[in-house]
């Protein structure tokens, strides 16, 4: 897995497959659960470099379920047109 200085990855199906591989267990299943698709070179090199946060495959886990709410609330008006009183509404 290659990347430059800036810490851009060449990102091609072999290479995500590859760092997806090297991730711990929970970090993948998070992954291939995940409602949108995450590049997982940054996320192996974040674990590989003990970032706070991204120490282990729960810590990963749990940033990728982060990810995915923060999202589907960002996109829940743009995309879908559900306001948050909607919800609410229930």
């Not at 993948?28 to 970032?51: C, K, V």
């Not at 810590?59 to 996109?75: L, M, N, P, S, T």
């Amino acid at each position: 897995m290659a990347s430059n200085s800036k810490g851009s990855y060449r990102t091609t199906p072999q290479n995500m497959m590859r760092a997806f591989d090297k991730l711990p267990p929970s970090a993948r299943s998070a992954l291939a659960e995940a409602a949108f698709n995450y590049a997982p070179q940054p996320i192996l090199t974040n674990w590989r470099r003990g970032t706070p946060g991204m120490k282990t495959g729960e810590q990963i886990a749990q940033r990728v379920r982060e990810w995915d709410a923060q999202q589907i609330a960002k996109d829940r008006k743009r995309v879908w047109g559900i306001s948050d009183a909607a919800t609410v509404a229930h």
